[in-house]
């Protein structure tokens, strides 16, 4: 594809003003050194030119830049409330049982000690059990497999969320 046959919402995506596009990046991913790398990138020919920038841009996050995006990000099973998005990738526990609800806080608490930060799954298209799943044979990983796992969660949410972004930037 080339830029001539850029898709509505990408080319309305690089038209946006600065603080406009690292609003829009913003609510995909916390963190303000990813959004800064695809922000200086802009324009981008192709969405997948997009994807790529933002996948090497996750993989270039400090420790510091992942806990910053880490930190926009509710635990499973409590979408903040008003959020949309949160509420939309967390979809399979919406109908999950008390008990599966009160397990997985139960995880999410064990998780968080010993991690120091929320577990961070792609909840998208998941089940209430398999994230329960995912937690608990997780929870036994170092710290140094967790926070690469973690990136590999975000960098998955952030293509979903970059993939929403041109999708109601076409609408």
Known sequence: MTSTSTSPGLARFNALE???AAAALHEACASTAWAG????????????????????????????????????????????????TSSREQRGMAGASEELKTEMLELNLAYQEKFGHVF????????????????????????????EIVRAELGKINRIRLTRILEEDSA
């Open 18 to 20: 600065e603080h406009a």
């Open 37 to 84: 790398r695809l922000l200086a990138r802009r324009p981008y020919a192709t969405a997948e030119d997009l994807f790529t920038t933002s996948d090497a841009a996750m993989a270039e996050l400090t420790a510091a830049d992942l806990a910053e995006a880490m930190a926009g990000h509710p635990p499973i099973g409590r979408p903040k409330p008003g959020d949309p």
């Open 120 to 147: 961070l799954i792609c909840a998208t298209g998941r089940t209430g059990e398999q994230m329960r799943d995912a937690v608990k044979e997780r929870i036994g990983n170092s710290p140094e497999q967790e926070r």
